[in-house]
């Protein structure tokens, strides 16, 4: 089954061509970082008009890198929600033309599930039932994969993300978009144990996380140290914000190893880039005797082709939607509309 899959959720304009769910034909991204970067971040009103002008070539563009006709098209596939709602209407309206055009299902895709969909590209292996670590700009979880479609939230974030913090305290430093990659790449140069951090505590649920106090702290010690003439230790504080973060999440997916008794854990999202939160989780999945799936970095920031590999799974479970498909800014995981 040939899906053509577009994602346009953010400030990335995707489109690409998934067979079965597994196997990337294709996967054509028209990136906006050097646009936005001016602004120290995306500029909604921008990115949806750079999608406007780069959808439409894009899909040309992955028909004829894999030298399929419109015809050999088996269903349209497009990101429905989470995202900046110019954004994701964009793809919609795109998506809902084409299935029309074509006469082919259409097949609406959260997201975050196709974050996490994007280890089945980079895994062929990998099944349902497992763990995922989902770390991204808008959203922090750990998640019970069940079945490809069916999930189980064992805890998230009760404010911030941890991608919405690396970009925040990156941008106060002075580092250009995206804030998380530049932070990240200073951290590897740092003694992480220069500056202390809180983490955050469980409360009633003891998967769940927060970041906003760790975020405070670390402005507040930026701001400090410019009003009082204080020479910062940037390696440093990246690296003992970076072990911060880390620090909060790592031991959660392990508790979560230990009590579900599964031994495949997979992480998702932008963040899962990060190189601390990669090493960490590792090394404690190793000592748990548990295996560890991390997409490549090609696989962690937004792409299309993670959407057209769970588009694959949503279509096996009749998840089909008609021409009153609409975007959402936000939405659950689990489909209700928050």
């Known amino acids: 089954m040939n899906i053509l899959a577009v994602e346009s959720s953010c400030d990335e304009t995707a489109v690409a061509i998934v067979r079965d769910g597994r196997e990337v034909l294709c996967d054509c991204i028209a990136s906006q970082v050097e646009l936005h970067r001016i602004y120290g971040g995306v500029v909604p009103e921008i990115a949806s008009r750079k999608h406007i002008e780069a959808i439409y070539a894009l899909a040309d563009q992955a028909l004829q890198q894999t030298g399929l ?3 050999d098209i088996d269903a349209i596939a497009v990101t429905y929600a989470p995202g900046l709602i110019g954004a994701v209407l964009v793809g919609v309206n795109f998506a809902k033309a084409a299935a029309l055009a074509l006469d082919k299902p259409l097949i609406p895709v959260h997201h975050i599930r196709g974050h996490i969909a ?4 980079a895994y062929p292996d990998l099944k349902p039932p497992f763990l995922c ?19 189980r939230i064992l805890g998230t974030t009760l404010d911030d993300a941890a991608g919405e913090c690396f970009d925040k305290v990156a941008r106060v430093l002075g580092m250009p978009y995206p804030g998380g990659a530049a932070l990240d790449k200073t951290a590897k140069n740092g003694d992480d144990t220069r500056y202390p951090l809180p983490r955050s505590k469980p409360g009633a649920n003891p998967y769940d ?17 410019e009003q009082v003439g204080e020479m910062l230790d940037i390696p440093g504080l990246c690296a003992s914000f970076s072990a911060a973060v880390s620090d909060t999440l790592v031991p959660r997916v392990v508790r979560a190893v230990e009590e579900t008794g599964l031994k495949n854990v997979a992480i998702a999202g932008g963040v899962a880039a990060n190189s601390r939160i990669r090493a960490d989780l590792l090394a404690a999945m190793e000592k748990l005797g548990a295996t560890v799936y991390m997409p490549p970095l090609s696989l962690c920031g937004d792409n299309a082709a993670m959407i057209g590999a769970q588009a694959y799974y949503e279509y096996q479970s009749g998840n089909v939607a008609d021409m009153h498909l609409n975007a959402y800014a936000t939405k659950s995981i689990l489909g209700e509309q928050i």
């Open 118 to 121: 994007a280890n089945y590209i």
């Open 209 to 225: 996380m927060s970041f906003s106090g760790l975020k405070t702290a670390a402005l507040n010690l930026i701001h400090h140290a």
């Open 69 to 71: 006709a419109r015809k």
């Open 133 to 151: 670590l989902v770390v991204s700009g808008g959203h922090t979880m750990i998640a019970e994969i069940t079945d490809y479609t069916q999930m």
